[in-house]
């Protein structure tokens, strides 16, 4: 295949692991970096265990991470840049080929399934960019976040419009000409139209203004309350803190700290190490 | 001064003409957008595409005329046009599949896609060639005219004659339903918003669980009944031959471009300004300026900007004005 | 170049003695040496001689293609650009057309030089918005009917002087060989004008906008008769090597080719054949040369460099849109040139036989299916891809001739099959190159 290398071209910029036709990484020999061990999560609603993965046929970013979240939990993902925090939930959804650990949902094994099956299995993934349709208006952009449904969807545009309640005056707009925080909405009420029971967020708030993101983080919590699972990584590691119910501090693509939201920001080293004392 | 007969001898020669024209130019301007859009390459086969669809319309033609089937005062070809659709249809999708597939599968870069595309051009001119040969082909058959020079003279008491061709009535009347037809489908059927939905952000658009395979396959059939449909009009209008229809591809670019690449309201603005632009530049304007000047003012010189020989230098030239001002085109198109 | 370093050398020497693009040149000598057993020496030579100067054009979009990845599907025009400069050179001026014309035509065109300048000066000088547009809309308007009053009585002047054999201004009445080069310098000014505009744009704005200059250069010699009198063709250009005719009325030629064995005739057309085989030999090699040597240049690296990730070289400094403009212009020249050369062996300009297909885009099937990035790939591409086209009209003829003799007498299917062997190359070319492209993208001899 390495003729074809030639016909490529890296400003087409496509998410070749997104259009991945099927999810096999297949386990090989196991990486011994040394790490902490992984907590004992094996029977939550969404675990990432032992993660152990990297692009393509590149160096491993993960080295046996664990992620893991209960049913209607915020587990928000934080750590120093180059951490592997974006990897770590594309590998829960399926973006990258593991090479050791598995991803379960609600005790299935879903490690080996490619991104659109796991968004069939109620998983939902809000991308940091690019993450709505520019030239469709508010309600087209929902209804292709429900492009997989065939039942009604308009309670559902309803419940989206409840949280979001802007949208449903810009309903009739381009979301390419919306607000940053807007499209940040749109991009959320898209991912929840296939009414997921995870939702995953990469970075929601960069970018937006600290007003916009105390609203989103308040509809995020919303979102919890009905059950949601949500796994978010932050930049804005003390305020996405505040919110979680689960905190996983990486470093080098292993845990370095676990803990509730509230334990890490009280603990004085990952205060002092990752959120600047 | 004569207002009046200026305003027909516009019309005669320049706004009708440039009309039908530009519905042309529109129909195949939405084709290459839509495969801009979707399969994100310029389809440097599109004319030979056109080609092909025509050639097929006029076997088929001729096939109905031996049968003694005609369409009464409209060409017989309309009745052909379905068909020869499916036929332009079944060519894509075997060529997609055989051809451009496995290129999209790689990832590959658009400009590969474009070299590919010249390898099916140089197979469907052929093809085209084959069936129905390099000539001229004349395939209107039915009423020449809606409105003749002499009956609108005797009917006005003008001096100039206004005459409107069944072809360019037929052209406009039917590049309106297509028109109509794609944007009901683009804007109100699920697979029309998956389309846009593709063509806006593939990578989210696979995300939402649309099929791309499916999107693709949809794309070309629309492509082909919009290729057909443009050809089988321009051939209507003047005449089939192969190697004008290859050199269409020059204003079809020009007006997907000058729209905004990518997107099907600018393919259809540009079409008509490329189509106008064309017509008023080439056209020889003394008649319209004599009659709307005062008394024997009349001009000495043809009033012609360029010899109708240069009307690719019209599109080029509006071409090169849209790249170097606004890139982008009229209408935003897409900046992939 | 004494910059080259060890390692390109080690490395090129290397690959020079890998066997396969040896075996390639073999098997494609082996075809033409066929072809002249099968089809007469004559044809093999015209194939030959046709094969040189498609490698020529090879080399120059490979040299746009292959090295700075830049689309230019407007070939055509600069081959012809090159055939009206062997016109503009060799032919010797009307002296009538001069007086008659002269002062007026070159007055308009200096006009429309100025019109353009001046545009250039408005754009770059002028602050953008409304009333720049306003003042380039009325100095383009004026000044290009400005110039047209002028021009036209003058361009009617000259075409009515002696139409059935002038009408046109004629050359400068210089060596025919002048006008290789001089047909390069055409290709490469036109070549100047539209990379300034075009270039630094998508590679497929590019693509359409040489497509479209090509089909406006064709419009000029087709329709601007002053110049090289459009499609009432310019014949009788001067040979660079003796006429058939001479060669034999000379009894010294007549008597060497009686000790070979062959009728003066015969021998004369080969001879002159072998002479243009030589000469565009020696030119092809010398550009193969040069090419081969940018290639290895630290300019040659810099341009894959580029090609290759166009942002990262950005980054670090390099002007990519004047590094694209320089292998722009260049690969356009070599264009020119071997257009000039084109028309100086069939010593005719017929505007009219140019199209897309056999100019423009027959060169880039060469230039894939030979490899490229490759200089001797693109020269192989040039003659194999040359040889396939010109071979298989004959061929189809001989397939369809064996099927129609299946078929009862005077079958419409016949007729129809011998108007379709015309149409076979065109498929053939099709098929070469996509079956190239999908299963050995990199071409016969692929770059290193």
Known sequence: MTDYEALRDNRGNNDRSIAKDNGSGGLHVADNRQTRPAPSVSRAFLVGEAMVGGYGKGPSILNGCTIAAEKGEIAVIVGPNGAGKSTAMKAVFGMLDLRQGSVRLNGEDITRLTPQARVAKGMAFVPQVRNIFPSMSVEENLEMGAFLRRDDISRTIEQVYGLFTILRDKRRQPAGELSGGQRQQVAVGRALMTQPSVLMLDEPTAGVSPIVMDELFDRIIEIARQGITILMVEQNARQALEIADKGYVLVQGGNAFTGTGKELLADPQVRKSFLGG | MDLLNALVAFLNFVFIPALAYGSQLALGALGATLIYGILRFSNFAHGETMAFGTAITILLTFGLQALGITFGPLPTALIALPLAIAATALLLLGTDRLVYRFYRDAKAAPTILVIVSLGVMFIMSAITRFLVGVEDIAFADGERFVVTARGFRDWSGLEEGLAIRSTQVITVVVAGIAVALLFWFLNRTRTGKSMRAFSDNEDLALLSGINPNRVVAVTWVIVAALATTAGVLYGLDKSFKAFTYFQLLLPIFAAAVVGGLGNPLGAIAGGFVIAFSEVMVTYAWRQVVAYALPGDWAPAGLLQIMSTEYKFAVSFAILIIVLLFKPTGLFKGQSV | ?448
């Open chain 3, 1 to 448: 170049m004494t910059t080259v370093p060890q390692a390109t050398l080690a490395r090129s020497s290397a690959s020079g003695a890998s066997l396969r693009p040896v075996l390639l040149y073999l098997a494609m000598a082996a075809l033409i040496v066929g072809t002249g057993f099968v089809m007469g020496w004559n044809y093999a030579l015209t194939v030959v001689n046709m094969g040189l100067i498609s490698a020529i054009m090879a080399l120059g979009v490979n040299l746009q293609w292959g090295f700075a990845g830049l689309f230019n599907v407007g070939v055509m025009g600069f081959v012809a650009l090159g055939g009206l400069g062997a016109v503009l050179v060799a032919m010797p001026p009307v002296a009538e057309a001069w007086v008659v014309g002269g002062g007026r035509v070159g007055a308009g065109l200096v006009l429309g030089v100025l019109t353009v300048v001046s545009l250039v000066v408005i754009r770059t000088r002028m602050a953008r918005g409304q009333l720049a547009t306003f003042v380039m809309l009325a100095v383009g308007v004026g000044g290009y009917l400005v110039m047209r009053a002028v021009l036209d009585p003058g361009v009617i002047a000259v075409e009515a002087v002696n139409p059935a054999s002038t009408g046109y201004f004629g050359g400068l009445g210089l060596p025919v060989l002048l006008a290789w080069p001089a047909g390069g310098l055409l290709a490469a000014g036109a070549a100047w004008i539209i990379g300034k505009t075009a270039l630094g744009l998508r590679s497929d704005y590019l693509a359409i906008a040489t497509l479209g200059i090509a089909e406006i250069i064709l419009a000029v010699l087709k329709n601007e008769d002053w110049l090289a009198r459009g499609v009432k063709n310019v014949v009788g250009i001067p040979s660079p090597v003796p006429q058939e005719i001479a060669l034999q009325q000379d009894p010294g030629f007549v008597a060497r080719a009686a000790s070979f064995g062959v009728d003066p005739v015969t021998a004369s057309t080969l001879w002159v054949k072998v002479l243009y085989m030589g000469l565009f030999a020696v030119v092809l090699l010398a550009l193969l040369l040069l090419a081969q040597l940018a290639l290895r240049s630290p300019w040659g690296r810099m341009m894959r460099a580029i090609r290759d990730n166009e942002v990262a070289a950005a980054a670090m400094g390099k002007d990519v849109t004047a590094r694209h403009l320089q292998i722009f212009v260049l690969g356009s020249a070599i264009c020119g040139i071997a257009g000039a050369m084109m028309v100086t062996l069939d010593g005719q300009l017929t505007p009219g036989s140019y199209q897309p297909l056999r100019y423009t885009f027959l060169i880039w099937v060469m230039v894939i299916v030979g490899g490229s990035g490759n200089n001797w790939g693109a020269v192989l591409g040039g003659f194999l891809i040359w040889w396939l086209w010109v071979i298989v009209e004959p061929l189809g003829n001989a397939l369809f001739g064996v099927i129609s003799t299946t078929l009862p007498a005077g079958s419409p299917i016949t007729s129809h099959l011998q108007d379709a062997s015309a149409h076979m190359r065109l498929l053939t070319m099709g098929v070469i190159l996509l079956l190239v492209l999908r299963f050995s993208p990199r071409g016969l001899i692929p770059e290193k």
